[in-house]
């Protein structure tokens, strides 16, 4: 037996409540081959910036910067609006995991 329904409308507001935890995310990082402020949009633009990606698996020796791209989430409500930060990174060897001297900056 097949019973028909009909639908009706009922107008009501629903509040929906997400608690996060106050807690800073990074999304990964993206190595790049070079950066440059961006004059239009394009699929390679994030926040204002150009971003080329670094699409091989290689670093040579003469090669004397990493540059790379993060972006982090969550910092307004951890350390409050307009709050000034420093992240520091360190390159490691895999072998020993220990910091590679010259490689160490704060940004």
């Known amino acids: 037996m097949l019973t028909q329904i009909k639908k009706r409308r009922i107008p009501k507001k629903i509040n929906v409540l997400i608690k996060r935890e106050k807690k800073v995310y990074n999304s990964d990082f993206q190595i790049l081959e070079s950066f440059t402020k961006s004059t239009t949009p394009s699929a390679l633009n ?27 989430y969550n910092l307004d409500t951890v350390i409050g ?23 160490i900056s704060s940004v």
């Open 46 to 72: 994030k926040n204002g910036y150009d971003l080329i990606p670094y699409n091989i698996n290689y670093f040579p020796k003469t090669q004397n910067a990493l540059k790379f791209y993060l972006e982090s």
């Open 81 to 103: 609006p307009s709050t000034k930060f420093v992240y520091s990174y360190y390159v490691e060897n895999s072998e020993n995991l220990q910091k590679l001297m010259g490689l």
